[in-house]
């Protein structure tokens, strides 16, 4: 690999935040930028916009035209140097007289990676590769984990007040987090390709589980319903409202199948597994949102969901907004489950991150499984 250039840093930024534009429309494809400079001037940008589009490489290429002879491209992923949906951008590169390539992250798949940079250097283009390399990696963690893995990239989120109550005892929760914070979750589910809920939240808001942002145009995700017993209403506001998204209701195998005649009637899709404690085996639900493509999911559901989730080890990743406001009891819990018995055992959070969101506070990080004497009791 070639040496790191001084100004390289600042064109794979501009990478990134080319990649960015892509959110919510590319799984299970990854999201990628691409930016191609001659002479310290930008000649051309692109990203990958939508399943089987043109890639990034390709897009900055051709926006750059005969300028791309002789320049470098900045690409946030490793170029591609197979034919899949597309051909291979490699050849692109080789085509368009690029002489250097620099490279945020090697392709995770271990069946490929390293096989693009190879390639071109073997043709005599130098390559550098780990640019940026942190940012690329949290861009595409979903795309990460579901290459590895089979399974999707898991956001456990929660709003609460500061005494942990996510709803009144009747079951108010609207609105427990201010503006700034709901905007936040709307983006959250703009990049996510699934956002989960149990029945119960339906049953008690009726929500829509749609992306709905101030400045532009959101992507709906898949809408996952955890409802054993396929009780969900068929006038439920998610399948009566107009979205390109479906909803996915998961049952257990012993549900009547003529509840899952009559959802799939009103527009639902249904699917049934084993049995587990959030009503659904959710291990066995992440392999099938896998299978269907799905590489990130956001889980907003209730107190149970958010327990089961943890005690199944699910969750990789954790974002609790906490408003400045105080129920003073007799609220819903922020987690509802058996729990552990010693401090020692409860979960824990690494990578912590603090923020303000107008007056509310986030605190993320990625849990921590509690030690081995500990699981048993959660």
């Given at each position: 690999m070639s040496v790191q250039h001084p100004r390289d840093e600042f064109y794979m930024r501009l990478a990134l935040e080319s990649a960015e534009e892509g959110a919510g429309r590319t799984a299970p494809n990854p999201m990628v930028g691409a930016v191609v400079v001659r002479e310290h001037r930008v000649v051309g940008r692109g990203f990958h916009a939508r399943l089987g589009g043109a890639h990034a490489e390709v897009q900055a290429i051709d926006a750059a035209g005969i300028n791309a002879r002789g320049a470098t491209l900045y690409v946030t992923l490793e170029p591609c140097n197979h034919f899949g949906r597309t051909p291979p951008c490699t050849a692109k590169i080789l085509e368009a007289g690029i002489a250097r390539v620099v490279v945020a992250m090697e392709d995770p798949n271990p069946r490929v990676a390293g096989g693009g940079n190879a390639h071109l250097q073997s043709r005599g283009l130098a390559v550098t590769c780990g640019v940026c390399r942190g940012e690329a990696e949290e861009l595409n963690q979903g795309f990460i984990k579901h290459v590895r893995s089979g399974r999707p990239y898991v956001v456990l989120k929660w709003a609460a007040t500061l005494d942990g109550f996510i709803a009144t005892g009747s079951g108010d929760s609207r609105w427990v987090s201010g503006p700034a914070a709901r905007q936040r979750v709307h983006r959250l589910r703009h990049r996510s390709d699934a956002v989960l809920v149990g029945i119960?939240?339906?049953?008690?808001?009726?929500?829509?589980?749609?992306?709905?942002?101030?400045?532009?145009?959101?992507?709906?995700?898949?809408?996952?319903?955890?409802?054993?017993?396929?009780?969900?209403?068929?006038?439920?506001?998610?399948?009566?409202?107009?979205?390109?998204?479906?909803?996915?209701?998961?049952?257990?195998?012993?549900?009547?199948?003529?509840?899952?005649?009559?959802?799939?009637?009103?527009g639902a899709q249904v699917v049934v597994g084993p049995r587990g404690p959030a009503g659904v085996d959710l291990p066995w639900l992440m392999g099938h949102l896998g299978e269907l493509g799905v590489t990130s999911l956001l889980i907003e559901g209730g107190s149970r969901v958010a327990a089961a989730s943890l005690a199944a080890g699910i969750v990789d990743r954790l974002m609790l907004f906490y408003a400045p406001k105080i129920l003073g009891g007799g609220g819903v819990p922020i987690c509802r489950g058996p729990g552990v018995e010693r401090m020692a055992d409860c979960w824990r959070l690494r990578d912590v991150r603090q923020s303000r969101l107008g007056d509310d506070l986030l605190v993320e990080g990625s849990p921590v499984r509690p030690p081995a004497a500990g699981i048993d009791k959660v």
């Amino acid at each position: 690999m070639s040496v790191q250039h001084p100004r390289d840093e600042f064109y794979m930024r501009l990478a990134l935040e080319s990649a960015e534009e892509g959110a919510g429309r590319t799984a299970p494809n990854p999201m990628v930028g691409a930016v191609v400079v001659r002479e310290h001037r930008v000649v051309g940008r692109g990203f990958h916009a939508r399943l089987g589009g043109a890639h990034a490489e390709v897009q900055a290429i051709d926006a750059a035209g005969i300028n791309a002879r002789g320049a470098t491209l900045y690409v946030t992923l490793e170029p591609c140097n197979h034919f899949g949906r597309t051909p291979p951008c490699t050849a692109k590169i080789l085509e368009a007289g690029i002489a250097r390539v620099v490279v945020a992250m090697e392709d995770p798949n271990p069946r490929v990676a390293g096989g693009g940079n190879a390639h071109l250097q073997s043709r005599g283009l130098a390559v550098t590769c780990g640019v940026c390399r942190g940012e690329a990696e949290e861009l595409n963690q979903g795309f990460i984990k579901h290459v590895r893995s089979g399974r999707p990239y898991v956001v456990l989120k929660w709003a609460a007040t500061l005494d942990g109550f996510i709803a009144t005892g009747s079951g108010d929760s609207r609105w427990v987090s201010g503006p700034a914070a709901r905007q936040r979750v709307h983006r959250l589910r703009h990049r996510s390709d699934a956002v989960l809920v149990g029945i119960g939240t339906v049953r008690a808001d009726n929500p829509r589980l749609t992306t709905r942002l101030e400045d532009r145009t959101g992507a709906d995700p898949l809408r996952v319903i955890l409802d054993s017993h396929l009780s969900l209403p068929t006038d439920a506001r998610m399948l009566t409202q107009d979205s390109p998204a479906a909803t996915l209701v998961v049952g257990d195998r012993g549900a009547d199948p003529r509840r899952r005649a009559r959802l799939e009637a009103a527009g639902a899709q249904v699917v049934v597994g084993p049995r587990g404690p959030a009503g659904v085996d959710l291990p066995w639900l992440m392999g099938h949102l896998g299978e269907l493509g799905v590489t990130s999911l956001l889980i907003e559901g209730g107190s149970r969901v958010a327990a089961a989730s943890l005690a199944a080890g699910i969750v990789d990743r954790l974002m609790l907004f906490y408003a400045p406001k105080i129920l003073g009891g007799g609220g819903v819990p922020i987690c509802r489950g058996p729990g552990v018995e010693r401090m020692a055992d409860c979960w824990r959070l690494r990578d912590v991150r603090q923020s303000r969101l107008g007056d509310d506070l986030l605190v993320e990080g990625s849990p921590v499984r509690p030690p081995a004497a500990g699981i048993d009791k959660v």
